[in-house]
């Protein structure tokens, strides 16, 4: 599968961004996708994770509340809905996807990994 995500850009703390991620092939409902993130200097770290059906979700305990991941398998595309931006959430988000069936938070269990969006939360 192939992912592209967009909807980054620049925001003011206290904005809000919605990024997506579109799949290619016919298979999207059968992923587990997750997005994480890159801070300059750091490493990718785990931000959210949706279920195959999009009934189970989990967040890193630092979005929790502000952001919202969401998919429409229809249009094999998974969102990020993040609100109450705050400077410390700039980073590089990536959307990926993982083959098993389990909500998982580690990047190593992730198969397919698009390009990333840049995020910039000015103060």
């Known amino acids: 599968v192939q992912l592209q995500a967009s909807g980054g850009g620049l925001v003011q703390a206290g904005g809000s961004l919605r990024l997506s991620c579109a799949a290619s092939g016919r298979t999207f409902s059968s992923y587990v996708m997750g997005w994480f993130r890159q801070a300059p200097g750091k490493e990718r770290e785990f931000v959210a994770v949706?279920?195959?059906?999009?009934?189970?979700?989990d967040y890193t305990a630092s979005v929790k509340d502000r952001f919202t991941i969401s998919r429409d398998n229809a249009k094999n595309t998974v969102y990020l809905q993040m609100n109450s931006l705050k400077p410390e959430d700039t980073a590089v988000y990536y959307c990926a996807a993982s083959t098993g069936w389990k909500t998982v938070a580690t990047t190593s269990l992730y198969d397919y990994w698009g390009q990333g969006t840049l995020v910039t939360v000015s103060s």
């Open positions: 949706i279920s195959r059906s999009g009934t189970v979700t």
